[in-house]
């Protein structure tokens, strides 16, 4: 008989899965709140993906890992997005410069070409994550899929901090995540990065009266 998938490794996998999933969700969200509540339990799914990794694999720095995941990305990450919306008193739609199922037959194309670009990678990896490693370079694509349709400032932004948590997720697909002073780097980063778009964004607000980032091109035009 075949041998069976370990109950942790088909664990890790549920949750890539529904990580995959919750990308498809934000790339065809028209709604920026609901965009923000994707993106925390995106955060969620990652923590506890890391977790199981953690768990099954013993490797002490994982935990960590989990632990700032949590507290970054599900946790800090989109309370601080919530608090710029209504700072910013954002309340309409997601504005996309291609429509919703076209984007996401597009989409769909490229998770097709992330997996099969991954699959000759994850058979030289002898991880127990290394079939996550084909959803972890979807959600990568899917995200800057997602930067490149919107119009919205504040959609780039989380479409940026998904592609990261797909990132995040490749590097544990792949070799049991980074070393444990690159991963304390990366999450000071995306912290710092996303308190000067914040700033960023009431400089826009400021002078264009919107977060549409095409009224920026006054400024070329001047």
């Known amino acids: 008989m075949s041998a069976t998938i370990p109950l942790t490794a088909q664990l890790i996998n549920l949750c890539a899965s529904v990580i995959l999933l919750l990308t498809f969700a934000m790339l065809a969200q028209r709604r920026v709140m ?46 601080i997005l919530n608090r710029l919306m209504h700072r910013l ?10 429509n919703i199922p076209t984007t996401m037959l597009v989409g769909i194309g490229l998770v097709i070409i992330a997996f099969n670009v991954a699959l000759p990678i994850s058979q030289l990896s002898h991880t127990i994550t290394r079939g996550t490693l084909g959803i972890a370079l979807a959600v ?58 914040g700033v960023f964004f009431f400089q826009i607000r400021d002078q264009f009266d919107s977060l549409d980032i095409h009224h920026m091109e006054r400024l070329k035009d001047n």
């Open 89 to 98: 008193q954002i309340k309409g739609e997601v504005e996309a410069l291609i």
């Open 34 to 79: 609901q965009l923000i509540n994707l993106f925390a339990l995106q955060g969620f799914m990652l923590f506890l993906s890391t977790l199981v990794v953690a768990v099954t694999t013993g490797q002490s720095h994982l935990y960590w890992s989990a632990g700032l995941t949590l507290l970054l990305k599900a946790l800090l990450l989109p309370w």
């Open 140 to 197: 990568v694509m899917l995200a800057f899929l997602m930067m490149i349709t919107r119009r919205k400032a504040i959609s780039q932004v989380v479409g940026f901090l998904s592609m990261e948590n797909g990132l995040f997720l490749a590097a544990t697909s792949a070799t049991y995540g980074m070393p444990m002073v690159v991963e304390l780097g990366i999450a000071l980063d995306v912290l710092v990065g996303a308190l000067i778009l």
